[in-house]
């Protein structure tokens, strides 16, 4: 499903930093890292180009503010599936597909599937819902509208753990 196994990835504390900084400010300039870091800009421009290669870093992307374009309606969809082989996969990647849909877990309890929605109006999630229902396999669905959004910075490497930090340096 997209996702890569636990297996340490071949990196050391001077690129975990790396990712620190770039996590922290995706458009930071390499001149600014390096500075940092007290290494050239050529040694951060290898690292990064090693750190791509190696999936870790899988884009650089903008930080978009959705509000600006409109698109202020957010909901959680709770969906219910047919169990049968494949369907965590099969059904995942299409409710990825319909637009408006941002993301999508395959979770464990009460649901089979949570999808994170963002439209701009309340029409437009309920056509996002009836595509929803329409695919194959999905039995029903109950959503939630958020009503408001707080946001952190997403920092996946100051999540580690010191364990985690210690296994991925010391594999």
């Known amino acids: 499903m997209g996702q890569h196994s636990s297996m340490c990835p071949d990196i050391d504390d001077i690129d975990l930093k790396i990712l620190q900084q770039i996590e922290a400010d995706f458009d930071v ?10 290494l050239s800009k050529s040694a951060v421009h290898y690292r990064i ?16 503010d959705p509000f600006a374009l409109g698109l202020e309606v957010v909901s959680l969809t709770d969906v219910s599936v047919t169990h ?20 999508v877990y395959y979770t464990m309890g ?9 439209v701009q109006t309340r029409s437009q ?31 996946i490497s100051a999540n580690l753990t010191q364990s985690g930090r210690d296994a ?3 594999p």
């Open 168 to 170: 991925i340096l010391d």
């Open 125 to 155: 999630l309920n056509d996002l819902i009836e595509e929803v229902v329409a695919i194959d396999g999905v039995n029903e669905t109950s959503s939630k509208f958020v009503l408001e959004e707080f946001h952190g910075a997403r920092n």
């Open 49 to 64: 180009q090693k750190l791509k290669d190696e999936e870790i870093i899988n884009s650089v992307t903008a930080d978009v």
């Open 84 to 103: 049968r082989e494949g369907y965590s996969e099969n059904i995942g990647e299409e409710i990825m597909t319909i637009d408006g849909v941002e993301q």
């Open 110 to 118: 009460d649901v089979d599937f949570v999808a994170v929605s963002r």
């Open 29 to 38: 300039s390499l001149e600014t890292v390096a500075n940092k870091l007290d």
